[in-house]
């Protein structure tokens, strides 16, 4: 099983090699027809601190590293 890939924005970068990506995906409810955004925060770790906020970023998933923490960033797009 390959590990997955997300593509996602940096929105808070105050902890150290610590990032929150947020990614939002589009789906139609199967009853309606409206077109639903959500929205997922993910904790990510950042080895070299390289990411900004407002960056567009690849996110790899990985063993976990903490508690919240099961995401690597890959690279910035």
């Known amino acids: ?3 997955k890939e ?3 924005i940096v929105i808070t970068k105050s902890l150290d090699k610590t990032a929150i990506v947020k990614t939002q995906s ?3 409810h199967e009853r309606y027809v ?3 955004k ?3 925060k993910y904790t ?3 080895r070299e601190n390289i ?3 407002g960056d567009k970023v690849i996110i790899l998933q990985t ?3 903490s508690k919240t923490k099961r995401w690597v960033i890959k690279s910035i797009l």
């Open 38 to 40: 959500k929205v997922k």
């Open 44 to 46: 990510v770790h950042d």
């Open 63 to 65: 063993r976990p590293l």
């Open 51 to 53: 990411s900004r906020v």
């Open 26 to 28: 589009k789906s139609s």
């Open 1 to 3: 099983m390959s590990a």
């Open 34 to 36: 409206k077109i639903i």
């Open 6 to 8: 997300i593509i996602g």
